[in-house]
C-alpha cells in the first residue's frame, strides 16, 4: 500500500484540476469515516460538514496510511511524508503543496478543537481513493481505486527501447492511478513522443488556421451545403441543449461534428485535461523531459477538413442522432482503456473500416507516418529511450503500428 500510495502521490498532483470537498448533503454536522473497511476512531475520526462539504481529519487519516506527520506551529502547517513525498497542508490557506508544487483547493484548511482539515474529496484523490457517501448510515467510505491497465508496447533495437503507449484523448478523475508498469516505463525514458506537442502551439497562428478550414467565407452558410433533414435534427438537438439554433450556421459539417463530441463528453464529466497525452506531458515540463511529436496540430485540422461533404454530413447526422445515446458514450472508451479491453479496441478499428475514406485518412495513412517515426527512434544513434503516446486505435489491426512493426521485423512485446 505504501509504494501504491507514494507512486500516486509523485504523478496525481498533474492531472489535478480541484473544485471543492465532496458533497455532504448535509449543512453541518459529522460524519463516519471508514478507511479501507475500517472505520477510524470515533471522535477525533469523524469527518465535519460544512457549508455541504465534508472534510477529514489531516492527521488521522494519513497515519493510518503510514505517513508521518510534523506541526510547524509558527506557520500552522501540517506536514504529511512518506519515502519520497512530502505534502504541506498550510492551514487557513485553500491550497497544498506536494512535493513542491502548489495544488489549489477552492475551499480552505481549517482548524477546529485542535485538529486540522482538509477537503475528503481531495484526500482521496491524493491517496488513490474513490470516495463514497451513504447519507443513510451518515459515513463516508474510502476505498482504495483500481489501477487503469491501458495499453502499452515495447520494441527495442540494440540499446535504444521505445515504448508505444494507446491512448485516449479525455478522461475524467477515475482514469487514474495507471497501473506501475506505465510509470515505470515513463520513468525509465529520456523523451516523450505525442502526436502534438501542445507545449510549442502558437494558439493564434492555431485559431486563425482552424477558422480557414472550419468556416465557409465564400458568402454561404451551413443549411447550403446539407439536407433539409440534417439541418432540421441539427436545430432540433440545439434547442434541446439550450443553445441558439443559428450558432453552427458559419461551420462546415466536420467542425460542427467535432463540437457536439466535445460538448456530449463534456456533459457526461469527461475532459481533455484528464485524457493520458495531457497527463504525460505535464510530467515531463514538470521534469524538463524533452518533447517531440509524431505530427502537427496542422496536419489533424487539414485531415479533418479534408474529408468529401458527403462524408462529413454523414459523419454530422450520426452524431446529432446518437448524440444521448449511452451506448455512443466516450465512457464506453474509458471502461475499454481502463480494462485494457483489446477486442473491444479491435472491434471499433474494424468498424472503421467500413467507411474508406475515413479510415484510410485517419489511421492507414497516418499511421504509415508515425511507423516511420517510431523507425527513427530505434535507429536513434544517442540510443536514447523513448516513451511514444499516440491515440489506441493507431495501435493493433491490420495497418496498425505495432502491426507494421511487426512486419518490418521488429519483435514488439505488450507490456
Same mark, same amino acid.
Given at each position: 500500500m505504501k509504494r501504491k500510495i507514494s507512486a500516486l502521490l509523485l504523478t496525481i498532483v498533474m492531472v489535478l484540476t480541484f473544485a471543492t470537498g465532496a458533497q455532504a448533503q448535509q449543512t453541518e454536522g459529522k460524519l463516519k469515516v471508514w478507511l479501507?473497511?475500517?472505520?477510524?476512531?470515533?471522535?477525533?475520526?469523524s469527518a465535519l460538514?460544512?457549508?455541504?462539504?465534508?472534510?477529514?481529519?489531516?492527521?488521522?487519516?494519513?497515519?493510518?496510511?503510514?505517513?508521518?506527520?510534523?506541526?510547524?506551529?509558527?506557520?500552522?502547517?501540517?506536514?504529511?511524508?512518506?519515502?519520497?513525498?512530502?505534502?504541506?497542508?498550510?492551514?487557513?490557506?485553500?491550497?497544498?503543496?506536494?512535493?513542491g508544487q502548489e495544488v489549489e483547493l477552492g475551499t480552505a484548511l481549517f482548524i477546529q478543537s485542535g485538529t486540522a482539515y482538509a477537503p475528503a474529496e481531495f484526500m482521496a484523490l491524493v491517496t488513490g481513493h474513490k470516495l463514497e457517501l451513504k447519507a443513510e448510515e451518515g459515513a463516508l467510505y474510502f476505498v482504495v481505486k483500481t489501477s487503469s491497465e491501458g495499453f502499452m508496447w515495447k520494441v527495442q533495437k540494440g540499446e535504444a527501447e521505445v515504448y508505444l503507449l494507446g491512448s485516449i484523448h479525455l478522461g475524467d478523475e477515475d482514469l487514474y492511478p495507471l497501473r506501475p508498469e506505465i510509470e515505470e516505463a515513463f520513468a525509465n525514458s529520456d523523451i516523450l513522443v505525442t502526436e502534438i506537442d501542445m507545449t510549442k502551439i502558437n494558439m493564434e497562428e492555431v485559431a486563425a488556421l482552424n477558422a480557414e478550414l472550419s468556416e465557409y467565407s465564400d458568402g454561404t452558410i451551413l443549411s447550403d451545403h446539407i439536407s433539409e433533414d440534417t439541418y432540421a435534427k441539427l436545430q432540433e438537438l440545439l434547442e434541446q441543449l439550450e443553445i441558439p439554433v443559428t450558432t453552427f450556421d458559419p461551420?462546415?459539417?466536420?467542425?460542427?461534428?467535432?463540437?457536439?463530441?466535445?460538448?456530449?463528453?463534456?456533459?457526461?464529466?469527461?475532459?481533455?485535461?484528464?485524457?493520458?497525452?495531457?497527463?504525460?506531458?505535464?510530467?515531463?515540463?514538470?521534469?524538463?523531459?524533452?518533447?517531440?511529436?509524431?505530427?502537427?496540430i496542422e496536419d489533424q485540422l487539414k485531415m479533418l477538413s479534408g474529408f468529401?461533404?458527403?462524408?462529413t454530413e454523414s459523419m454530422l447526422l450520426q452524431?446529432?442522432?446518437?448524440?444521448?445515446?449511452?451506448?455512443?458514450?466516450?465512457?464506453?472508451?474509458?471502461?475499454?482503456?481502463?480494462?485494457?479491453?483489446?477486442?473491444?479496441?479491435?472491434?471499433?478499428?474494424?468498424?472503421?473500416?467500413? &467507411?474508406?475514406?475515413?479510415?484510410?485518412?485517419?489511421?492507414?495513412?497516418?499511421?504509415?507516418?508515425?511507423?516511420?517515426?517510431?523507425?527513427?527512434?530505434?535507429?536513434?544513434?544517442?540510443?536514447?529511450?523513448?516513451?511514444?503516446?499516440?491515440?489506441?486505435?493507431?495501435?493493433?489491426?491490420?495497418?496498425? &503500428?505495432?502491426?507494421?512493426?511487426?512486419?518490418?521485423g521488429y519483435e514488439v512485446v505488450q507490456q
Open positions: 479501507n473497511g475500517e472505520e477510524l476512531q470515533e471522535g477525533d475520526g460538514v460544512r457549508e455541504e462539504m465534508a472534510y477529514v481529519p489531516i492527521r488521522l487519516y494519513l497515519e493510518e496510511l503510514g505517513f508521518a506527520i510534523e506541526w510547524d506551529g509558527e506557520t500552522r502547517t501540517a506536514t504529511a511524508m512518506m519515502d519520497e513525498v512530502s505534502i504541506a497542508f498550510p492551514v487557513d490557506t485553500a491550497q497544498v503543496v506536494v512535493n461551420f462546415k459539417p466536420w467542425a460542427i461534428q467535432t463540437g457536439l463530441e466535445s460538448i456530449k463528453a463534456q456533459m457526461e464529466g469527461f475532459n481533455p485535461a484528464y485524457g493520458i497525452d495531457q497527463y504525460f506531458t505535464g510530467k515531463a515540463v514538470a521534469q524538463e523531459m524533452p518533447i517531440q511529436e509524431l505530427e502537427t468529401s461533404e458527403e462524408l452524431s446529432i442522432n446518437h448524440f444521448f445515446d449511452e451506448g455512443a458514450s466516450a465512457g464506453v472508451l474509458l471502461d475499454m482503456w481502463k480494462n485494457g479491453d483489446s477486442d473491444t479496441l479491435l472491434k471499433l478499428e474494424n468498424e472503421m473500416k467500413l &467507411i474508406d475514406e475515413y479510415y484510410e485518412a485517419m489511421l492507414v495513412d497516418r499511421n504509415e507516418v508515425m511507423t516511420d517515426k517510431v523507425i527513427s527512434y530505434l535507429n536513434d544513434e544517442e540510443e536514447q529511450d523513448y516513451f511514444v503516446i499516440a491515440g489506441a486505435l493507431h495501435m493493433l489491426g491490420e495497418h496498425g &503500428i505495432v502491426t507494421m512493426l511487426e512486419e518490418q
